[in-house]
């Protein structure tokens, strides 16, 4: 088993993964039996988004009991299943933590809104007054509690109650939750908003002319301090399951995986979260790239980044995790991130950087190129090994998202005009169309299930789908499944620096990944033009989207990586 930082991640959405029972929604023994299809594909480890007990306000991501599995994906008793057939495999098995916040269903919301002198009142964030903070999920993020007559804070959906981090006790529930699930041998953790745990105390109003920015939630005072005590406390005594039979304390080889989703994080700031020194997470992944997703971005979208600018993101950060120190710290030693261009928050990557309905192989095999030979340990989005695109949606009944929804009961309710835009921007930002089911054939119901499915499948699933992708030589699987291999066996790939070597090329992402003598060059041409071959750059193609021996000038969207001499 390969440590964190020479693993590769494939992140499933357990409510479109695979239905084994028919009831339309993803289950846990589905992914048991696409256990060896994730084995096959040669990924490490799994991350599976929320499967505990959820009123599915938000899909999972808001918990009302942490140590229970939602009855819809199945037992405690599949879950052991699961981790188990992982193990078998090799896999490691990380879990979801979402403790910025939990259910309002959870048992200590019931408690803490009944009374003020309730125990578990100082659970949540409760307020006499409050200030002009917004909610990610449209409007102000403090709700009435008629029953006491008071505010609790949501910064997410109103049944997404902000945990209060400054209370002892509260912390020391969540960690011993964290111990429920290690004991059982998980592998770690992809933490949920993790920068927004510490508050500032003063709750300020937005700093003028920053009105509804979300990012200044993130860093709070005491962040690093609750990040220490949690690894102190928690995370430093367990191992990935690689620790039985490895003997000793838990090192870069065995130590749990943890993944800070790190919305609000600068580059400069990042190695406060995974410098080596500070015993806080192993990995960060930020948001320099993702879709901007505000309210308003649905009636004005953001203009896509130009690939210089998309080159300088990866530059910036791989430059600011080497860096040994951070914002207010000259020794935190260096870090590390996971790297990704797609997740369930955002719209498929192929649809978003490639060209699917023109050179739908190439693009996605192009941009799985550069993905997977980058510094940083790659997150694979499930579907985006076949290729899957964003979905046509034709009305907002289509679309389950509660950020979509609500953003269209403020926006176009009371402005029917907006509807044409805001849903034409949704076909191309909104969360949903990574959803929506995973293609496995073109069954009806994709082979995702034999029932109603509980999101729209893309129609596209009739000719993009695995059972075809695995019985073609030349499928975006195939190619996958090649270039993942092709970084486990080499070791530059992991470790070796990253340089950018045409950073202001408007089409070619041409970088270099350097290690104890071997040198790797990755040459894309992230675009539909015939492009002269970079001049400066020889070798020998081990891998190429256009065939191992292509040589000359770039094809469409042609990517090679080459060991150079
Ligand atoms: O996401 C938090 C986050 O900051 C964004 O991804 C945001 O939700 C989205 O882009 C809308 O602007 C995490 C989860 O990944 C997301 O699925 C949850 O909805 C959210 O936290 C609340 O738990």
Same mark, same amino acid.
């Given at each position: ?286 948001? %320099?790239?993702? =879709? ?5 971005? $649905?009636?004005? #979208?953001? *203009? ?5 600018? @998309? ?89 389950? %998202?509660?950020? =979509? ?5 403020? $926006?176009?309710? #009371?402005? *029917? ?5 805001? @849903? ?142």
């Amino acid at each position: 088993m390969p440590n964190y930082k020479e693993s590769v991640i494939y992140q499933i959405y357990p409510r479109s993964f695979a239905d084994s029972d028919g009831d339309g929604v993803g289950d846990l023994r589905g992914i048991i039996s696409k256990l060896d299809y994730l084995a096959d594909l040669g990924v490490d480890v799994l991350w599976l988004s929320p499967i505990f007990e959820s009123p599915n306000a938000d899909n999972g991501y808001d918990i009302s009991d942490y140590e229970a599995i939602m009855p819809q994906f199945g037992t405690m008793a599949d879950f052991d299943e699961l981790l188990a057939g992982a193990h078998e495999r090799g896999l490691n098995l990380i879990l979801d933590l979402v403790v910025n916040h939990s259910s309002d269903e959870h048992r200590w919301f019931v408690e803490s809104r009944k009374s003020k002198d309730n125990p578990y009142r100082d659970y949540y964030i409760w307020r006499k007054e409050i200030n002009n903070w917004q909610s990610f999920f449209s409007g102000p993020a403090w709700k009435l509690d008629e029953q006491t007559g008071e505010y609790y804070l949501h910064l997410f959906a109103e049944k997404q109650p902000d945990l209060n981090w400054e209370n002892p006790r509260l912390r020391q529930e969540i960690y011993q939750m964290m111990r429920f699930w290690l004991d059982k041998g998980v592998d770690g953790f992809r933490m949920d908003v993790i920068p927004f745990l510490s508050k500032d105390p003063d709750f300020p109003d937005y700093p003028e002319g920053r009105f509804g920015d979300l990012t200044i939630h993130a860093n709070g005072p005491r962040i690093h301090e609750f990040l220490q005590e949690m690894h102190r406390e928690v995370l430093t005594h367990y191992t990935t399951h690689d620790g039985n039979r490895i003997a000793g304390p838990p090192d870069r080889r065995t130590a749990l995986i943890t993944i800070g989703e790190g919305f609000g994080v600068s580059a400069s700031q990042a190695n406060l979260y995974v410098g080596e020194n500070r015993h806080e997470l192993g990995m960060i992944y930020h948001f %320099d790239h993702a =879709v901007p997703r505000e309210e308003h971005r $649905l009636i004005h #979208p953001a *203009p896509e980044f130009t690939l210089p600018q @998309l080159k300088a993101i990866f530059s910036n950060w791989n430059a600011a995790l080497e860096t040994p120190e951070a914002e207010g710290d000259n020794q935190t030693g260096t870090g590390w991130q996971n790297v990704y261009f797609g997740n369930h928050d955002n719209p498929r990557v192929l649809s978003r950087f490639g060209d699917p309905d023109h050179f739908h192989y190439q693009s996605a095999t192009a941009l799985a190129t550069v993905l997977l030979t980058l510094r940083g340990t790659p997150g694979i989005y499930q579907g985006d090994e076949i290729g899957m695109t964003n979905c046509p949606f034709t009305s907002i009944d289509e679309f389950d %998202d509660i950020q =979509v929804r609500n953003a269209w009961q403020v $926006l176009v309710v #009371p402005n *029917p005009d907006l509807a044409n835009t805001f @849903l034409t921007t949704a076909n191309r930002i909104a969360r949903d169309h990574a959803r929506t089911p995973m293609q496995w054939s073109n069954a009806p119901g994709a082979g995702f299930t034999t029932g109603k499915p509980w999101l729209k499948i893309n129609p596209n699933a009739s000719y993009v789908n695995v059972a075809d992708q695995q019985a073609g030589n030349q499928s975006v699987l195939a190619y996958y499944k090649r270039l993942i291999h092709l970084r486990k066996q080499t070791p530059a790939l992991h470790h070796g620096t990253y340089r950018d070597l045409l950073p202001n090329h408007p089409d070619l992402w041409v970088f270099s990944r350097a290690w104890n003598g071997a040198v790797y060059v990755t040459v894309a041409n992230l675009s539909a033009e015939v492009i002269a071959f970079p001049e400066a750059i020889s070798g020998t193609t081990v891998l190429g989207n256009y065939g191992d021996s292509a040589s000359g000038p770039l094809q469409a969207w042609e990517a090679r990586v080459i060991k150079t001499e």
